[in-house]
């Protein structure tokens, strides 16, 4: 089974970047514009049992994602969240650290780095294949 990434983004061109990267590198995702619909698609048991990991904005409207983040860890925290923002000040890396997030990654990382950290914070299924377009499907 692929694993599957929630992005929770506002920004639509960022998140189609983010979708293609990870599908392109064997994930699944599906993706929400702010907190509160992050929170309502995982109350969905459908996808409560399907999502396997989160990539969290920090700046969104509705709910941000410190915010989404202190919901998710009452009833989620067993999916690993990674916090990622344009901007990186420390006490926003710390507080997203001390709410639970599994790692802090900053919007303009390399590709590279954005992966590694993906495939370290989500995990990698051997049946994965980094690259195999024919793995790449949006649910």
Known sequence: MKRRILIVDDDSDFTNILR???EYSGYETVSVSNGLAAIRLLNNGQHNASV???LLDVQMPVMNGLQT????QERFSHI???MMSAVSQPVIVEESLRLGAAAFLRKSEPSSKFLARC???FGYDEGQIAGDETSSSNP
């Open 52 to 54: 396997t990991g989160i």
């Open 80 to 82: 690993p969240v990674l």
């Open 69 to 72: 983040l202190g919901h998710l």
């Open 119 to 121: 495939k370290q914070v």
């Open 20 to 22: 293609e990267r990870l």
